[in-house]
């Protein structure tokens, strides 16, 4: 349960506007990258020329540029139809594509304080962009006649969806209200995606605020040498001598709290984590979550709508609230069953330290080592030597070469979005050109926080012909200690196919237009959870887990270790999941919100009522749960677990042939998953793929629920 792909400034953009933009004469006058054809590798971006002062002037000419193109539309003579009208309107806002893909990539990836200054200043102007597009009565008119006599017009089913979906979008946004309702629209679509922006920006300020230094050596007690080394480095790169610093980056604090037997320590690290964004500062996000869960509200009422869930869930495969709660509640009673046997083992551990305390949220990840220590003789650490971070990315290489024939080659001389960026060339079975893949692994203060996997160019047609894309993987690992490879955590390799299924559905994706690239959110995850189901397989271990030191490949002692603790821990895992997803869904089933809402008391409200235990926060809780209140995943967080009920019946669907490659499911799964985009109906395209409609049993299997 992963990650997150787009920027949300990014996904609301690139509804709106089409294709690269074609070269113009204007770089060699302006010096701006963005108004000429890219002269590089495989057309990707000229990363090392653009500057932060290229931004603004490219997207203002991009918006001018389609604000032209749609009046062209709107004034042409003709009788609307499916060219002159939906597929102008499609393939509109070429430079505004070209501009905002770069921008928002780069904002995530490496971000600093003139770059958000910059999203601060974009954020009304492309609201406004967007509405003066979705809320063009003249543009609607045409798009609408062309619905209405689609009967008439022959349409394939790709072209069918796509005027579908275009008409649909122009209604969800406003085309048929009132003048006067429509400038409320307007003001709230300005302040919802201002709101979503200043919150990402508090989380991530938050978050690298906080430092944990220790300068007394008997402090680091428990923790590997590696840990040790990295935070050595990170301290002296602070400027700080003869001392460690700890951060809340995954790959600092996780392990900090797994391992540190200064259990005061651990309680401080924890605290930092769970109140980022509830500090009463200027980067505290409480006030941010009212107001947006407010105006959400206020513009899906307006659309009418009884509340903001309805409105987003009406587009997903789950359709409305109720089939969520279903979903959620099904797995909470035998998930909670499971977390309290866990902490009855994480009791038992500090019973045999002679302790008596009662565990708390800063001991859970501790004892929870010590008790699967005890139960699987497995520690973490004794499997991070096997999973040195090349030799697992060569892994998902042989995996997908394995089902799909593609192969993956290492590109020099090319721009890197990052200078810690690496890059590959990806070549389908018959050696053709695939696409790009970037990735790029370790944490620093100008990327935000978690794995996420994105584009800098996405596929489409031009003059007939596949344009590849340029996909991006970016993550925050554990970094290499000096002298040493970076060697990944069972997590972190989990981690890195999963974000690799999202590629593999970005490269393999084959659309001739932008308005159905995309998938129902509930629908995503399914690309990318189903790949981490090959990454532990005996058969893949094999291949790619080989000692850093050694290259011995990882003996079958470990590798039954790992099998046999492998849903150990599936209490702690599924209710903090759980937990978030109830609480993204009760903020946005709310009909009213009351001036005097308290978002500290409601989330602890929404919790407590569902018997979550006191160690176990949410997995996000409100004032950083960025995929909800940063737009990704509004009233949309369930969607990991909607879509572990089809990975875990797809995977299952492979093993039933007696081959975790059966190169024929592979090759349905390609074809009726990974490459229609959004063309089909999502649960149509899993039919095709299956056979059937997905169970729920074989996730209660994986979990350890059942």
Known sequence: MKKVMYAAGLAVLLSACGGPASGTAEESETGNPFLSEYKTPFGVPPFERIQLEH???????GMQEEAKEIETIVNNPAEPDFQNTIVALDQSGALLRKVSIVFYGQNSAN???????????????????????RLNQGLFERVKSVYQNRAAMNLDKEQAKLLEETYKSFVRGGANLSEDDQAKLRRL????????????????KETNDFQLVIDNEEDLSGLSESLIAAAAEKAKDAGLVNKWLFTLHNPSIMPFLQYADNRELREKIFKGYINRGNNDNDADNKEVVKELVTKRLEKAQLLGYKDYASFVLEERMAKNAKNVYNLLDELWTPALVKTKEELADIQAEIKKEGKNFTAEGWDWRYYFEKAKKAKFDLDENEVRPYLKLENVYEGMFYVAMKLYGITFTPIHNIPLPHPDAVAFECKDKDGTHLGVLYMDFFPRASKRGGAWCGQYRAQTYENGKRLAPIVTIVCNFTPPAPGQPALLSADEAETMFHEFGHALHNLFRDVHYYGISGVPRDFVELPSQVMEHWVFEPEVLKVFAKHYATGEIIPDELIEKLDKSGKYGQGFVTTEYLAASFLDMDYHVLKKIPANFN???????????????????????????????????????YSYIWSEVLDSDAFEAFEETGDIFNKEMADKFRTYVLAPGGIDDAMDMYVNFRGKEPDTEPLLKNRGLK
């Open 189 to 204: 679509n300005s302040d919802i995606t201002m709101l979503q922006l200043t919150f990402g920006q508090n989380m991530l």
């Open 111 to 133: 971000t600093g304080d003139e770059m958000q200054a910059i999203s601060r200043e974009l954020s009304p102007l492309l609201s406004k962009h967007q509405d003066d597009i």
């Open 55 to 61: 931004y603004m002037p490219a997207f203002q000419q």
């Open 599 to 637: 978002v500290m008391d409601f989330e602890a409200q929404t919790l407590s009522k569902r018997g979550l235990p006191k160690q176990i926060p949410s997995r996000y809780r409100s004032t950083y749960f960025n995929h909800t209140m940063g737009g990704g995943y509004t009233a949309g967080y």
